[in-house]
């Protein structure tokens, strides 16, 4: 009798949770169902929210134009946009602009747009063509300006740009150009550049005058300079190929490869450096880098290479003596053919690599 009590008390225990676990389950589908609903409500209200207050776009397009005149310079700032710069037909600076203004509605882009002007001051001889909004340097992220800058020959243009691209084509004066984090091409200018360029893209190329370029953190191509270059480069990547004036600077990191150049005097730290087709002397002096040079089967070299906690890798007929004094210090020296150009390297904690390969054609 007892063992059969004892049965039907467990079976009503039993059919209790199961009871309870069929609420619970129910409750939480109910819960479920109720959380996704709110869900579903609430982004319904935020489509809707967003179409009816999504942000307004404005723009803005004029003209300035100055008599060249007296002026001897002129200057240009561009934010978050794109500048183009060609030669003008005659005496008259000419520039047209873009204003672009995004807001969370329109008026609110109207009013910023309203604040914004595009004017000149002049200096003694030099011009400045600028936006400002309210009087102040444009420094939103929301604002865009675009400019078309038509430069009458002679005049020298300082040019600074940030975020957007920045072209000039064919003009004839000296350049002080600044751009960061964007895209630079100079082609077919005459007269002396002066570059600053960190995190960017560059092409320069068939120029005519002396270069001097900053290189931070930016990828260089370089090519047909009639005149000397003179590099500066931190964690920098520069190909630079036909100069015909002389190369010097100094390389921290990043790379050099230079070809087909003249006279050649670069300090490299933490670096590698690639010589090819050399048209002059080259002087190099290599710290914890790595260094390739590659002779033109036929010429004739004088070399002069030593590196101290290195290394001397080449297959030219040439003994790589040590010192006896200095267990560190290899060196490497004699004449190759005629020894018409000279080759010297003086390397610390380095590796310093030689070949011979076939020289390319020389361009007529």
Same mark, same amino acid.
């Given at each position: 009798m007892a063992l059969r009590m004892n049965r039907i008390v467990l079976?009503? &225990?039993v059919a209790v949770a199961m009871a309870g676990m069929i609420v619970d389950i129910w409750i939480g589908k109910e819960e479920m169902f109720e959380d996704f609903g709110r869900k579903l409500v609430n982004e319904?209200?935020?489509?809707?929210?967003?179409?009816?207050?999504?942000?307004?776009?404005?723009?803005?397009?004029?003209? &300035?134009?100055?008599?060249?005149?007296?002026?001897?310079?002129?200057?240009?700032? !561009?934010?978050?946009?794109?500048?183009?710069?060609k030669p003008a037909d005659g005496k008259t600076i000419r520039l047209r602009y873009k204003i672009t203004v995004t807001a969370?509605?329109?008026?609110?882009?109207?009013?910023?747009?309203?604040?914004?002007?595009? +004017?000149?001051?002049?200096?003694?001889? $030099?011009?400045?063509?600028?936006?400002?909004?309210?009087g102040e340097p444009v420094e939103d992220g929301e604002i865009s300006l675009d400019y078309e800058l038509q430069l009458p020959a002679g005049l020298k243009l300082i040019?600074?740009?940030?975020? +957007?691209?920045?072209?000039?084509?064919?003009?004839?004066?000296? &350049?002080?150009v600044q751009l960061g984090s964007g895209m630079l091409e100079i082609a077919g200018v005459r007269g002396q550049i002066a570059a600053d360029v960190s995190y960017s893209n560059v092409y320069l190329h068939d120029l005519t005058g002396s270069v001097?370029?900053?290189?931070?953190?930016?990828?260089?191509?370089?090519?047909?300079?009639r005149g000397a270059l003179q590099l500066e480069s931190d964690n920098g990547v520069n190909y630079i190929r036909s100069?015909?004036?002389?190369?010097?600077?100094?390389?921290?990191?990043?790379s050099v490869v230079l070809s087909d150049s003249g006279d050649t005097d670069l300090s490299v730290v933490a670096g590698n450096v690639q010589l090819v087709g050399m048209k002059g002397d080259a002087r190099i002096r290599p710290e914890s880098s790595d260094v390739t040079v590659m002779l033109d089967e036929g010429a !004739?070299?004088?070399?002069?290479?030593?590196?101290?906690? +290195? !290394?001397?890798?080449?297959?030219?007929?040439?003994?790589?003596?040590?010192?006896?004094?200095?267990? !560190?210090?290899?060196?490497?020296? +004699?004449?190759?053919?005629? $020894?018409?150009?000279?080759?010297?390297?003086d390397g610390v904690a380095s590796d310093i690599h030689l070949y011979t390969h076939a020289a390319e054609p020389q361009k007529n």
């Open positions: 079976l009503l &225990l319904q209200k935020t489509n809707v929210y967003g179409e009816a207050h999504q942000d307004s776009t404005k723009t803005k397009e004029g003209e &300035l134009t100055v008599e060249a005149d007296a002026i001897q310079s002129v200057s240009l700032t !561009g934010w978050h946009g794109d500048i183009d710069v969370p509605s329109e008026e609110a882009a109207d009013r910023k747009l309203a604040k914004l002007k595009v +004017g000149d001051t002049r200096e003694g001889e $030099g011009l400045t063509l600028a936006a400002a909004l309210g040019v600074k740009n940030q975020y +957007g691209a920045l072209t000039i084509a064919d003009t004839k004066g000296d &350049l002080d001097a370029l900053k290189n931070d953190t930016s990828d260089i191509n370089m090519e047909d300079v100069v015909d004036g002389p190369v010097t600077g100094r390389a921290e990191q990043g !004739g070299y004088a070399l002069d290479v030593s590196v101290q906690d +290195g !290394g001397i890798r080449t297959r030219l007929p040439l003994p790589i003596e040590r010192d006896s004094q200095n267990v !560190g210090l290899k060196r490497l020296r +004699g004449t190759v053919g005629d $020894g018409a150009k000279s080759i010297a390297i």
